[in-house]
């Protein structure tokens, strides 16, 4: 049974730092691209990291790069969110989610923890 289970998550101040977590199980990293979504009230649902399979390519949102940083630990079987100069405007709902490499699809997704970012 494929399962993403996310920890981390809470409040953080204001240019702090936050990691996420999402442990995978029933699949095997290499045959997956991890992403991290976020979703704020009222708006929709963006894209953040993703990391690709095997590869370990990485891509990053414009309004994070040079913040956020999406690893993986193999052994552990979890990708990881690094987020640093959190910003309020980045209050949101994190996602970790799981595709096929070569499809188009997420078709698994994590419970999503609450990140919010105030003073």
């Known amino acids: 049974q494929v399962q993403l289970v996310e920890s981390g998550g809470g409040l953080v101040q204001p240019g702090g730092s936050m990691r996420l977590s999402c442990r995978a199980s029933?699949?095997?990293?290499?045959?997956?691209?991890i992403a991290w979504f976020r979703q704020a009230p009222g708006k929709e649902r963006e894209g953040v990291s993703c990391?690709?399979?095997?590869?370990?390519?990485?891509y990053d949102a414009d309004s994070v790069k040079g913040r956020f940083t999406i690893s993986r630990d193999n052994a552990k079987k979890t990708v990881s969110l690094q987020m640093n100069s959190l910003k309020p405007e980045e209050t949101a709902v994190y996602y970790c989610?799981?595709?096929?490499?070569?499809?188009?699809?997420?078709?698994?997704w994590g419970q999503g923890p609450q990140v919010t970012v105030s003073s």
């Open positions: 989610a799981a595709q096929i490499v070569g499809t188009t699809a997420y078709n698994y």
């Open positions: 029933g699949f095997t990293l290499d045959d997956y691209t």
């Open positions: 990391m690709v399979g095997s590869t370990g390519v990485t």
